[in-house]
């Protein structure tokens, strides 16, 4: 431990005599738990959670997305905002839960949580990290695996589920978020993710950021971004912004069948990939409109998708 001394005095010891005991104290303990079943570590300090990583030689891994999320205020807001529309019954989905510092703020609300987590460090101890009690572990199930092979594979242990709360991985956050979309079993759900992907999703019909995501979300979710998220609330520090987005399930397009459903992401997902084409030179000979992708409302989209519905597949592009 003696190689970490300079590291943990800089971090946590005031100057003195007594600051010089508490660390002696600190780094002397080899258990990788004594800090969590001691009480002692605050998952929204910076220098705990550097601390943490140093003790244990972690390094957070980019491909991962581990930006872990260190303001209190950013936390309560998220599960603020998460919990708003949820009943007392309601289990609570997360992904990349990380150190734990949303699923801690959900179990203190009471919440039943299932966290899934790729990490199998990470997942190993995230209950000894969040819950303190044998009641509160009691309402946490931590799944180790990747999030999309899980919500693939339609995994029994997250029936029941129709909340989801989470601090999304960069890298795979979208197409975590369009899974769950597509299957609409969450009724709502609150992310934290970029913020430029945030804005694609909430881009309404005409805007320059509406994506293929937007079109995607939108038919069965209403979104909104709740917040903005500055970049030196997590450590690491990522280097671009985030924003908290909320997407709840509405039922306009109820009526929308799976075959309907099924061309509806094939026209938009061919539409998008040529977005500064007009309608009509993307689907040549079938459609007329001097309309670009993102110009459409998800009404139109649609039409265009019941109009196209009994055209020969071959003809599609």
Known sequence: ????????????????????????QISAHEDPKFWYNMGQMNLTSPSQVKAWCIERQFHPNKILGQNFLVDRNIVEAIVDTGLSGAREDDIILE?????????????????????IEKDPYLAEGLASRVAETEEARARLVCIEGDALDILA?????LRGAEIFVSNLPYQAGTRILLDLVETREMREMTVLLQKEVAER???PQGSRARSLAGVFAQLDYDVEIVR???????????????AVAKLTRHDRNADFGENERALFRRLVKTAFAHRRKQLASIFKNLVSSTKRPEALSIEEWKQLTKGLLNEDPRRLP
């Open 95 to 115: 992904v990349g839960p990380g150190l734990g510092v949303l699923t801690e703020a959900l179990l203190n609300r009471g919440r039943r949580v299932i966290a």
């Open 1 to 24: 431990m003696v190689p970490y001394l300079d590291h943990y005095y800089t971090i946590f010891c005031p100057p003195g005599a007594i600051g010089y005991l508490i660390l002696f």
């Open 228 to 242: 903005k998220v500055s970049a030196s609330c997590f450590w690491p520090r990522p280097e671009i912004d985030s």
């Open 201 to 203: 999703l909430a881009a």
């Open 153 to 157: 594979r339609d995994d029994e242990a």
